[in-house]
């Protein structure tokens, strides 16, 4: 593909050889001749001087005579629509059709060009909507139902009556609508309080592989639109998570906690129960949040608190050592100045 087609079709401006052959895309450190990479991360820019590649999307021009550039405001957005002419859309290789090896209860709806692979069990009165694609060894429970167009990879389990929308992709292994973890203690015997509810996810949700997302005790856990979940998350009953959420591998949210629009989780946040977590809010990795958060801000540490006040806890912390060897130094001289006074008695 030339590199004038591309810059038409990300928007990026072309400064350069718009004639240049572009055949695959790469990293910066691995391109050669031929290929496309792009640079959003300053800490890169030091293999601008050493790169083979044909050309580099960047966000503003700079000298680099032997480069052909596309200027973008948002190299890395750019960048995931160039993927998008070069590699084909996650599950486009799936063919229209039922598996002879799929098991599908008689009272299911199956909609128009869908897809069933190879063991496959669909549930009594499950709906599949249009161009939905599920592929070999997964789970669909009875009542659930499922949107338009979604993509469902291999051993996802969907449990009976859970709603899902359209354009939703769910990764290998991932479970939703598990029982949430709900015991009664009584005459000190933990006796299990049935879940009822059920998890509804929005359209155009994409949850990674190994999760699991519980559903409610009543009502439901509901995963917003446009919200991406990494790998191993965990999602207790009754979480409502906003629209456009980025919710980080490992992470754990207790029952009942209410996340509003665009909130990032960062990797392995801890987050107890009840709670409510404002728009925008960012919390960063490894953070442990026992109470409830203003939108607008950022997070860190364990309980979580504002990032400055965060960054000058941790600051005097590293100090430790240190005022722990000025307090002993201090020790020392009141002794000697009471050994003295003592004598002069």
Request: charged share 25%; glycine share 8%; hydrophobic share 40%.
């Given at each position: 593909m030339k590199l004038s087609e591309i810059a038409e079709k990300t928007g990026a401006t072309l400064i350069g050889n718009g004639s240049a052959e572009i055949l695959r895309v790469s990293t910066i450190e691995r391109a050669g001749i031929g290929d496309l990479t792009f640079v959003a991360n300053p800490r890169?820019?030091?293999?601008?001087?050493?790169?083979?590649?044909?050309?580099?999307?960047?966000?503003?021009?700079?000298?680099?005579?032997?480069?052909?550039?596309?200027?973008?405001?948002?190299?890395y957005y750019a960048f995931s629509v160039v993927l998008t002419l070069f590699y084909p859309k996650p599950g486009s290789h799936l063919k229209s059709g039922i598996s002879a090896n799929a098991i599908i209860a008689p009272t299911a709806t199956i909609g128009a060009n869908v897809h069933v692979g190879n063991f496959v069990e669909i549930g009594e009165g499950a709906v599949i909507g249009d161009g939905t694609k599920i592929m070999k060894g997964c789970t669909i429970g009875a009542g659930v139902k499922i949107g338009r167009e979604c993509l469902l990879h291999p051993n996802v389990t969907v449990y009976d009556g859970c709603l899902l929308g359209n354009h939703v992709a769910i990764h290998s292994g991932t479970v939703i609508g598990s029982d949430g973890f709900g015991y009664a203690i009584h005459d000190g015997i933990h006796h299990k309080i049935l879940q009822v509810g059920i998890v509804r996810i929005e359209d155009n949700v994409e949850i990674g592989s190994n999760c699991s997302i519980d559903r409610a005790a009543?009502?439901?856990?509901?995963?917003?639109?446009?919200?991406?979940?990494?790998?191993?998350?965990?999602?207790?009953?009754?979480?409502?998570?906003?629209?456009?959420?980025?919710?980080?591998?490992?992470?754990?949210?207790?029952?009942?906690?209410?996340?509003?629009?665009?909130?990032?989780?960062?990797?392995?946040?801890?987050?107890?129960?009840?709670?409510?977590?404002?728009?925008?809010?960012?919390?960063?990795?490894?953070?442990?949040?026992?109470?409830?958060?203003?939108?607008?801000?950022?997070?860190?540490?364990?309980?979580?608190?504002?990032?400055?006040?965060?960054?000058?806890?941790?600051?005097?912390?590293?100090?430790?050592?240190?005022?722990?060897?000025?307090?002993?130094?201090?020790?020392?001289?009141?002794?000697?100045?009471?050994?003295?006074?003592?004598?002069?008695?």
């Open positions: 890169y820019n030091h293999f601008l001087e050493s790169t083979q590649a044909t050309a580099v999307i960047l966000s503003q021009a700079i000298e680099a005579p032997r480069l052909n550039l596309l200027i973008h405001p948002d190299p009543l009502d439901e856990t509901v995963i917003g639109e446009g919200t991406k979940i990494d790998n191993l998350v965990q999602i207790a009953h009754n979480v409502k998570i906003g629209r456009r959420c980025i919710i980080v591998a490992q992470v754990g949210i207790s029952g009942s906690t209410v996340l509003g629009e665009y909130v990032t989780l960062a990797g392995q946040v801890g987050v107890v129960g009840h709670i409510e977590i404002g728009d925008r809010a960012i919390v960063i990795a490894q953070a442990g949040v026992p109470k409830s958060l203003e939108g607008g801000k950022i997070y860190a540490g364990s309980p979580a608190r504002e990032f400055m006040e965060f960054k000058k806890t941790e600051a005097q912390i590293h100090r430790l050592p240190q005022r722990l060897e000025q307090l002993k130094k201090l020790e020392a001289e009141i002794a000697d100045i009471r050994t003295k006074l003592e004598t002069t008695d």
